[in-house]
Structures are given as structure tokens and as C-alpha cells.
């Protein structure tokens, strides 16, 4: 039986974009009361995601402001509804992309929540109440309890924050598509960003041969010494190119701007798969005979379930994997968001909310 609510003060701050500029500035708002499922968290701290551009800027078409972003949470239990049983106060807890499902489709049934047609984003989106969902970058957050999770224990809570995203992103399709369990096999990470550095390590972690995709040769060090990837290829070269053809099991494929899929199915063995994880509103074009020549499969992948998502931190504080992390405080995520548009980041920012000046 969990505690039920204390008539706990219910406004907060968090800091929002109000238009397309995406600028994010103190914004004060409502908490919904703590219902019966709920679980009502002090934010620590909370990463940065590409997305989260797209999303305050409108890239996408479908925003709504005032829009606090930040899906990559981890907080404080400060009181629980009285059927919540998975968590106490004092737990330290994550939540990632999405705080609702309708738990009756295809999807949630079979635990993979994230695919539901009904699904509600950590913000910019509306809640069953019909008020709008803000996200992380706030002193609290009130989430139906399905839709947290539990940081292990002796994992730093602002290492956390990124595998909530970044990591499930990338653990996800490799659980789902049988590769975390083959060791040996010859895997792609294209793109070295957030998703990316959290690629290599996932499946280096998992026994694979790991070669990085970059555009140029200015992270080559970084991959091969500090991320201990196995290889490196500069895409802009067509030598190293044609001599990594047909030499690649699987592709994970972060990069969350245009660019073409025929180069890289190029690098892929016979039956390899090309897996998209990046969010991008331009449409991607690719020969269809680059495909079926090789019977390959151009396939996509959307963070990951809670089930996968609490196996990820399970995995990654068993293997003693952490993001690679700059943090910053409230004041600074301005200027970090151009920087990350810039790529401008090792890897991933994390904004230390709960030590920041947020009014």
C-alpha cells in the first residue's frame, strides 16, 4: 500500500520555450494532484536530446507552448498514491519519453507501450485531466507510475539521466533484433553523438566488433581511444568506403538530419540490417536494388519499453557503462542548445536542475 497524498504544494517551475525561437525562460505552472497511481518527483537532473530541439523550435509541425521540454529524468520519490506499489518515498527514479498509453492495444499488451497510438510524450502533449504534459526541465513532475523507473543502485544519477533515452534507443533495437546476445558480431554506429558514443559502448559491451561512420576524421581519436571502438571510417571517403563494403552485420543509424541511405546499406553484409533511430521530417530515398541484392533491411526503432528500459540500467550498471556527460546549470540550456545543434557536445549535456537557480 502506498502513502497517499499529503495536499503537497502542487505549483512549480520549470523553464519554457513560448514560440519557434525555442528560447527557454521561467515559466510557473499547476501540477496535477497525486492520484491513486501516481508518483510525484523532485527533479535532480535531466538531460539533453536532440528532440528536444525539434520540439521547441516546431521542426515537426505540432507544438504547443508554453512547452517545458527534458525527457531524460531522473528525481527524487517525494509521496506516492495510495496504489502505488513499485516505489517509497526516497527512491531515486528515472522517466523517459512518454508518461501515458491507453494499456488496452496491440502494443501495450505486448509491453511495447512506446508503440501505442494513444501514447503521451513527457511534454507536448495532453494528459487524460486534458491539461498539457510539461517535461524535466522543472523542480517537479507528477507520472503515472508505469512510466518510472527505478536507478540502481551506486549508478550517479546524472550518468542515468542520458540511458533513459540515448541509452534505450540504442539497447532496444539490439534486444529486439537478437544481436545483444551474439558476440562477434561486426556492427555500424553511424553518427557520434548522444545516441551515437552510447552505441558503441552498448555494443562493445555486447562483444561486437564496432566500427564508427563519421562525416569527418575529427572525432576518430575520440572513438578509437576514449570509446574504444574497433574502427573508423570517414564517410567522405570513398577508399575507406569501398574497402568496408559488405563487412557490416547491422547499422545503427543516429544521424537526426538528411542524409543518404545508399552509402551505408552499401557497407552492409548479405541480410544486414540498416536500423533508424534519429527523428527526421525530411524523407529519405535509397535504390530499391541496394536492398534487395543483398536481401538487407532498412528498418526503424523508437527508444524502447519500460520493461527494456529498467533491463537497460540493469545492464549498463552490471557492465559499468556510463554516458559520457557535460553538465551545466538551468541558466546555461540556452546556450547548450545551440551548442548541440552544432554538435558542439561530448555526448550529451545534463542540466543540474535541482542545483540551479530555476525563478
Known amino acids: 500500500m502506498g502513502e497517499i497524498s499529503l495536499g503537497m504544494d502542487r505549483s512549480t517551475i520549470g523553464w519554457a520555450a513560448r514560440?519557434?525561437?525555442?528560447?527557454?525562460?521561467?515559466?510557473?505552472?499547476?501540477l496535477r494532484e497525486t492520484g491513486p497511481e501516481d508518483v510525484y518527483i523532485r527533479v535532480i537532473c535531466c538531460g539533453i536530446c536532440h528532440t528536444d530541439i525539434h520540439q521547441i523550435?516546431?521542426?515537426?509541425?505540432?507544438?504547443?507552448?508554453?512547452?517545458?521540454?527534458?525527457?531524460?529524468?531522473?528525481?527524487?520519490?517525494?509521496?506516492?498514491?495510495?496504489?502505488?506499489?513499485?516505489?517509497?518515498?526516497?527512491d531515486c527514479v528515472g522517466v523517459g519519453t512518454i508518461v501515458g498509453c491507453c494499456k488496452t492495444c496491440g502494443p501495450c499488451k505486448a509491453d511495447v507501450e512506446q508503440y501505442c497510438n494513444k501514447r503521451i510524450w513527457s511534454y507536448n502533449d495532453v494528459y487524460t485531466d486534458g491539461k498539457p504534459t510539461q517535461g524535466g526541465f522543472s523542480r517537479a513532475m507528477v507520472v503515472d507510475q508505469k512510466f518510472v523507473v527505478k536507478i540502481p543502485k551506486?549508478?550517479?544519477?546524472?550518468?542515468?539521466?542520458?540511458?533513459?533515452?540515448?541509452?534505450?534507443?540504442?539497447?532496444?533495437?539490439?534486444?529486439?533484433?537478437?544481436l545483444k546476445h551474439i558476440s562477434g558480431l561486426r556492427g555500424g554506429i553511424l553518427g557520434l553523438g548522444g545516441v551515437g558514443h552510447m552505441g558503441v559502448k552498448l555494443s562493445k559491451a555486447m562483444g561486437h566488433h564496432v566500427t564508427v561512420i563519421s562525416s569527418s576524421a575529427k572525432k576518430k581519436a575520440e572513438a578509437l581511444d576514449h570509446l574504444k571502438a574497433d574502427a573508423y571510417i570517414v564517410s567522405s571517403d570513398a577508399t575507406q568506403m569501398h574497402e568496408a563494403e559488405d563487412t557490416l552485420d547491422y547499422i545503427i543509424d543516429t544521424v537526426p538530419v538528411f542524409h543518404p541511405l545508399e552509402p551505408y546499406l552499401s557497407l552492409l553484409k548479405h541480410d544486414g540490417k540498416l536500423i533508424l533511430t534519429g527523428v527526421i521530417s525530411t524523407p529519405l530515398q535509397f535504390m530499391s536494388p541496394m536492398v534487395m541484392l543483398g536481401r538487407k533491411v532498412i528498418t526503424g526503432s523508437f527508444i524502447g519499453s519500460m520493461k527494456e528500459t529498467e533491463e537497460m540500467l540493469d545492464f549498463c550498471n552490471e557492465k559499468g557503462i556510463t554516458s559520457t556527460i557535460?553538465?551545466?546549470?538551468?541558466?546555461?540550456?540556452?546556450?547548450?542548445?545551440?551548442?548541440?545543434?552544432?554538435?558542439?557536445?561530448?555526448?550529451?549535456?545534463?542540466?543540474?536542475?535541482?542545483?540551479?537557480?530555476?525563478?
Open 19 to 30: 514560440d519557434p525561437s525555442g528560447v527557454l525562460s521561467p515559466y510557473s505552472y499547476i
Open 326 to 359: 557535460e553538465v551545466v546549470k538551468m541558466d546555461y540550456i540556452n546556450t547548450a542548445f545551440k551548442r548541440l545543434e552544432k554538435n558542439d557536445v561530448r555526448y550529451r549535456f545534463v542540466v543540474d536542475v535541482a542545483g540551479s537557480k530555476l525563478d
Open 154 to 178: 551506486g549508478m550517479a544519477q546524472e550518468q542515468a539521466a542520458p540511458l533513459l533515452c540515448a541509452g534505450v534507443t540504442v539497447y532496444s533495437p539490439l534486444a529486439h533484433f537478437g
Open 57 to 90: 523550435k516546431n521542426d515537426l509541425g505540432a507544438s504547443s507552448y508554453p512547452m517545458v521540454p527534458g525527457h531524460e529524468v531522473v528525481g527524487e520519490v517525494v509521496e506516492v498514491g495510495s496504489d502505488v506499489s513499485k516505489f517509497k518515498v526516497g
